[in-house]
């Protein structure tokens, strides 16, 4: 198997984020998780998936707290080996920019509301 770069055609597929599994030795990682992270340091949590419809089986990897990773759980029945892009890339959202209580837009100023 060899993965590489298409000059005048670019992959994009739901399940593009898979690729980064394929490799054996660690080479393709995911930018977000790159250096983050040393795989021992991580707590592994088996979840379910809410963003599909099948309920795919994820593993979590966390690190002070804070989720770092999503990964497939190996699970033959529900979906194999293969998670789609956004669940494997929507810890971000969990991290950045994060909203903790509703805003609205007052004279120009977000403002806290209950």
Do not use: H
């Not at 599994?21 to 707590?43: H, I, K, N, Q």
């Not at 963003?51 to 994820?58: E, P, Q, R």
Request: glycine content about 4%.
């Amino acid at each position: 198997m060899e993965v590489g770069v298409y000059i005048n055609k670019y992959i994009t597929d739901e399940l593009l984020g898979n690729i980064i599994d394929l490799c054996p030795v660690g080479a393709l990682t995911s930018m977000p998780y790159a250096f983050s992270a040393r795989s021992w340091e991580l707590r592994k949590f088996k979840s379910i998936d809410i963003l599909d419809a099948l309920g795919s089986s994820i593993r979590l990897d966390v690190v002070n707290n804070s989720i770092v990773r999503i990964v497939p759980y190996i699970d033959e029945v529900v979906n194999e080996e293969w998670i789609t892009n956004i669940t494997r890339f929507s810890y971000d959202s969990l991290n950045i920019k994060r909203l903790y209580y509703p805003q609205i837009i007052l004279y120009g100023k977000f403002i806290n509301i209950s």
